[in-house]
């Protein structure tokens, strides 16, 4: 099935368009590439991500599903790229009748040879010696500060895993800056249930795949969080909620 939609993809782009596989997921594929949809003078890395037809839904639905995230991720994209101080990647192009993005690409190959997003960074430092340095206590503190700049500003992730969370090291500091990815379940939101549920999950995913070291990792995310978060009484708001959905999560998993 996979070449199959490989070969798709590859016959959309034209056949001599460079493109390597750098993952699939449940609902996308990604590919990236040195060359620019219109411009073959730009060869800088992209990203194109593709959301292909899922066999399993009714046709109609299937298409304006796969329109509604691809558009969605495409919007908050450009609109979070507006504000100054949230770091995402640049929309180059989109096709959403056929499931398109092309987007820069972020982040790096870390020491030990992965991509640096938030999992692989703190599975790089999941041991004694280093867990509790203050590199990752940085890191923990502005991915906290991006999620509270984009929860103030109204938006709310809806997939915040560690895997959709991707560093990059300046060159002279050596500070690493969080870039958020993945916003197909995205939106403008006010409510503080989504943003209390988006705190939620990302806890949830760090509790999960880093667990040694969870606890103090969340309390650093938070700390953060909290600093950027400039209406006090909207974070007491939010605040409560999270931990509400906290509750709610804990009575769920008691009831199996
Ligand atoms: N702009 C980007 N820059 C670098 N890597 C990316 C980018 N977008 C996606 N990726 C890589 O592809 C993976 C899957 O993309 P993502 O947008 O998270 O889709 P999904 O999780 O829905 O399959 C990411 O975890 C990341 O490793
Ligand atoms: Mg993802």
Not at 88 to 111: C, E, H, M, R
Request: with cysteine.
């Amino acid at each position: 099935m996979s070449s199959q939609l490989i070969d798709h993809v590859q016959q959309y782009l034209g056949e001599d368009f460079p493109i390597k596989l750098i993952s699939q997921g449940a609902e996308a594929l990604v590919f990236e590439t040195s060359k620019h949809p219109f411009n073959p003078s730009l060869n800088k890395e992209y990203i194109i991500k593709y959301r292909p037809f899922k066999e399993y839904r009714h046709s109609q639905i299937d298409k304006t599903i796969t329109k509604k995230r691809t558009v969605g991720e495409c919007r908050c994209l450009v609109k979070l790229n507006t504000m100054d101080e949230i770091n995402v990647p640049q929309l180059i192009a989109a096709d959403p009748y056929n499931g398109f993005i092309w987007q820069s690409k972020i982040g790096q190959t870390l020491a030990n040879g992965t991509f640096s997003n938030l999992k692989n960074f703190l599975w790089m430092n999941n041991n004694d010696e280093n867990a509790y340095k203050k590199e990752v206590e940085e890191v923990l503190y502005s991915v906290g500060r991006q999620i509270g700049i984009l929860h103030i500003n109204h938006y709310v992730h809806g997939d915040l895993t560690s895997s959709n969370i991707v560093l990059e090291q300046d060159k002279s500091s050596n500070e690493w800056t969080p870039f958020l990815i993945d916003f197909g379940l995205s939106g403008y939101s006010t409510l503080v249930e989504d943003k209390g549920v988006d705190l939620y999950v990302l806890e949830r995913a760090i509790l999960s795949t880093h667990s040694l070291y969870a606890e103090k990792y969340n309390e650093w995310l938070l700390e953060g969080y909290k600093q950027s978060y400039s209406n006090q009484d909207e974070l007491k708001q939010v605040l409560k909620r999270f931990e509400e959905v906290r509750l709610r999560g804990r009575k769920r998993s008691m009831l199996g």
